[in-house]
């Protein structure tokens, strides 16, 4: 159960390697998470992913298989986990790709891949988990959006959107389970340093998984709905969003 100051005992990552995931993991490790459920792409990453949380003191850790793209698969694999588990206290949405904006701008199946990935598939998989967590009558849906679905940029519109949708469909979804006992919470971290953005240049208010992870557990804390990392960018997009679009284009990725 999830306890007095808001931290969960069980946990279910959906993207579980992801290095975000992970510091979550590690973060709520510290405060007696117990169980955690990475699921995942199969590979070398997933594997560390579990090492790492079970170094980091979880008891319980199992990775599963999960393909964000393979939506016909996401009703029975969030049945068959919540139905082995007994429930969650906590769902992580973690998987995303960047993208290469400069091909996928001209590429029907590149555009489709970042869009159905970050924002399709995950949708997909939200509405079976918020119908668990809705039935067990408690938990949290936190969600890791971006800044960069506050306004699309030119240099990043594809992965833009899609977290822009990712980001919609999280808050609508939050107001329709109002009064359930459960609750969703969107993160929009600004540029994190990391595999992502391995090397790109890092934007102003450059933050790390750490950080990220951090912000999490104190959004955690106080029943934040949305959480901006660092927390200065609210205040900073609350300005972007008024740029007029003939400078707003220029802005770099
Ligand atoms: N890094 C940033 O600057 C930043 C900023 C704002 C928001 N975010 C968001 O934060 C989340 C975590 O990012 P991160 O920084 O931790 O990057 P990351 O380490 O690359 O994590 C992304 C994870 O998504 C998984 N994934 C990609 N495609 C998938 C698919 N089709 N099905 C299932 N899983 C898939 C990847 O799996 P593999 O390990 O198999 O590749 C990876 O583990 C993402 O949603 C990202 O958009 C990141």
């Given at each position: 159960m999830i306890d007095a100051v808001g931290q969960p005992q069980s946990l279910l990552v959906?993207?579980?390697?992801?290095e975000i995931a992970q510091a979550v993991v590690a973060s709520v490790a510290g405060r007696r998470c117990r169980t955690v459920v990475l699921a995942g792409r199969e590979g070398p990453r997933l594997t560390e992913a579990v090492e790492r949380a079970r170094s980091a003191g979880v008891d319980q850790v199992e990775a599963v298989r999960f393909e964000a793209t393979d939506i016909e698969g996401h009703g029975e694999l969030v049945r068959s986990l919540f139905d082995r588990f007994g429930g969650f206290d906590m769902v992580l949405v973690a998987a995303g790709v960047l993208g290469d904006q400069q091909a996928d701008e001209h590429d029907p199946v590149g555009t489709a891949r970042v869009i159905t990935t970050n924002f399709t598939g995950l949708a997909a998989a939200m509405v079976a988990v918020a119908d668990r967590l809705r039935a067990q009558g408690y938990g949290r849906l936190v969600v890791l959006s971006s800044?960069?679905?506050?306004r699309a940029r030119r240099a990043n519109f594809v992965y833009g959107s899609s977290k822009a949708g990712l980001d919609a469909f999280s808050q609508g979804l939050g107001d329709a389970l109002a009064g359930t006992g459960v609750s969703v919470m969107v993160v929009r971290p600004g540029f994190v340093k990391g595999r992502m953005t391995e090397g790109m240049d890092p934007a102003p208010f450059a933050t790390t998984p750490e950080a990220v992870a951090e912000s999490v557990v104190r959004g955690l804390e106080r029943d934040a709905q949305v959480v901006y990392v660092p927390g200065v960018l609210r205040w900073v997009f609350a300005v972007m969003r008024h740029v007029p679009r003939t400078l707003w284009r220029r802005m770099p990725a």
């Open positions: 959906l993207g579980g390697a992801s800044v960069a679905g506050d």
